[in-house]
């Protein structure tokens, strides 16, 4: 199941742009600033969640470059201490082009934020879009 253009804004976790940086140093940002998303108290009433990815393009020219998309859970929305991870590792045979990712997960924690993991000698992700949506019972 996945939304092609309508989602809620509160649940967006990244609204798009470049990261050429390595592992770890991915938060996601809206307007610059980092984001995350408050899932609410009683986050558990809806555990089920899917993650959207909607990438342009991943750059594998020295084809050493590995890419995971991540989802981290917290307790506290300053991510000290991150309690839980949602993956999705990415292969350069069939993901180079744009396309969409998306990884259904179970909600962790109150605060989500997606912090993709990027290694290799020139890892490039150009991304329009990260955002989150209950899973339809």
Do not use: C
Request: hydrophobic share 45%.
């Amino acid at each position: 199941m996945h939304i092609d253009a309508a989602q809620d804004s509160t649940l967006i976790l990244d609204d798009g742009g470049t990261n050429a940086t390595s592992a770890g140093s991915n938060p996601g940002e809206i307007a610059a600033a980092v984001a995350f998303v408050d899932l609410g108290a009683d986050f558990a009433r809806n555990p089920e969640m899917v993650a959207t990815w909607d990438i342009n393009s991943l750059d594998f020219t020295t084809t050493d470059e590995t890419y995971t998309l991540v989802i981290e859970f917290s307790d506290t929305n300053v991510f000290t201490v991150v309690r839980a991870t949602a993956t999705l590792v990415l292969d350069p045979a069939t993901d180079a082009g744009e396309q969409r990712h998306e990884l259904v997960m179970k909600a962790e924690n109150q605060f989500a934020r997606s912090n993709p993991v990027l290694g290799g000698t020139t890892p490039i992700l150009d991304f329009k879009k990260v955002y989150l949506a209950p899973v339809a019972n």
